[in-house]
């Protein structure tokens, strides 16, 4: 079955960076675009950007650009979320999910991944 | 800031009817009739999970009690016959053209009384 399997959960310090992966199967990769997104502590979703496997375009939200970078690795079926400078208001669960387009809504979604920036 | 307006909260008995809205503008869900309005349901401690997608359609295995609409610049969900699982968040997605992000709405905690 379609499948996103995200990596394990991080715990960084102010300043520092992270890189969360999140592994496709059971689908043609390159078919279908990327998004991130992430929710804070008791908040709700926040999209952060989306990459197409296919070209490696990309599109950030403004308030995350120049921090955030989508990369995929084809060969790996993978897809990468890269945040840095990372402070307290970065903690958060970070979900990458798949999106269809033309309408289908963004599914599946991967299990995501908490990442804790503390001092 | 979201885009998207959700009622906090709605609650109900079970078996009961339970309506949620979403609330966008003419540069989102208005804009035009390519623009559809998703659904999730987040259920505590798991990931978001595709409820209804373009506007009204319903996934494989997403029991019929789940119904959506769009209408103008909002979209809704409906839970008919409401059961003590469908205690969740739902959060409803669109697209905006004037910054061309993807937008979530605010959430809605549905309780099971």
């Known amino acids: 079955q379609v499948q996103l399997v995200q990596s394990g959960a991080e715990v960084k310090k102010p300043g520092a960076s992270v890189k969360v992966s999140c592994k496709a199967s059971g689908y043609t990769f390159t078919n279908y675009w990327i998004h991130w997104v992430r929710q804070a502590p008791g908040q709700g979703l926040e999209w952060m950007g989306w990459?197409?496997?296919?070209?490696?375009?990309?599109n950030y939200r403004q308030k995350f650009q120049g921090r955030v970078t989508l990369t995929t690795d084809t060969s790996m079926i993978t897809a990468y979320m890269e945040l840095r400078s990372l402070t307290s208001d970065d903690t958060a669960m970070y979900y990458c999910?798949?999106?269809?387009?033309?309408?289908?809504?963004?599914?599946?979604w991967g299990q995501g991944t908490l990442v804790t920036v503390s001092s | 800031q979201s885009l998207l307006t959700q009622p906090p909260s709605v609650s109900g008995a079970p078996g009961q009817r339970v309506t949620i809205s979403c609330t966008g503008s003419s540069s989102n869900i208005g804009a035009s009739a390519q623009v559809h309005v998703h659904w999730y349901q987040q259920i505590a401690g798991t990931a978001p999970k595709l409820l209804i997608y373009s506007n009204d359609r319903r996934p494989s295995g997403v029991p019929d009690r789940f119904s959506g609409s769009k209408s103008g610049t909002s979209g809704s969900l409906a839970i008919t016959g409401l059961q003590a699982e469908d205690e969740a968040d739902y959060y409803c997605?669109?697209?905006?053209?004037?910054?061309?992000?993807?937008?979530f709405g605010t959430g809605t905690k549905v309780t099971v009384l």
């Open positions: 997605q669109s697209y905006d053209t004037l910054s061309g992000y993807y937008v």
């Open positions: 999910v798949r999106d269809p387009g033309n309408g289908w809504g963004f599914d599946p």
């Open positions: 990459i197409n496997p296919a070209t490696g375009g990309t």
